[in-house]
């Protein structure tokens, strides 16, 4: 049973940074690609970031050049950096597992198997 977690949100004023963690049990990012993924109030779920399992970041447009996804081999953790954040970031934030060894970072939440229960992150001045 693959457990993911996610960790590291919370309530921020515009233009703070957060880190958001995510691990999984029983799934070893080196081998699989993690995606994160967000939902805002009345929103439907919105890529954010992934990572394939070579290191290879993709982001959304929103986010480029503010978020950062990367990996710590020593914990098996995927971390989501985000800096200069805007209220429009405000969502809850998600981290999924590719459902397939060796894959590239996907936008499609279809294509990742196991998902976290979130955490929120909150941008308000």
């Known amino acids: 049973q693959v457990q993911v977690a996610e960790s590291g949100g919370g309530m921020v004023q515009p233009g703070a940074s957060l880190r958001l963690s995510c691990t999984a049990s029983?799934?070893?990012?080196?081998?699989?690609?993690v995606g994160w993924f967000r939902r805002a109030p009345g929103k439907e779920r919105e890529f954010v970031a992934a990572?394939?399992?070579?290191?290879?970041?993709s982001y959304r447009d929103s986010v480029k050049g503010r978020f950062t996804i990367s990996r710590d081999a020593t914990n098996n953790t995927v971390y989501l950096q985000m800096d200069y954040l805007q209220s429009e970031d405000t969502a809850m934030y998600y981290c999924?597992?590719?459902?397939?060894?060796?894959?590239?970072?996907?936008?499609?939440?279809?294509?990742?198997?196991?998902w976290g229960q979130g955490t929120q992150v909150t941008v308000s001045s």
């Open positions: 999924a597992v590719h459902s397939l060894r060796f894959s590239s970072g996907s936008e499609s939440a279809s294509d990742y198997a196991n």
């Open positions: 029983g799934r070893s990012f080196s081998r699989y690609a």
């Open positions: 990572r394939s399992w070579t290191g290879i970041g």
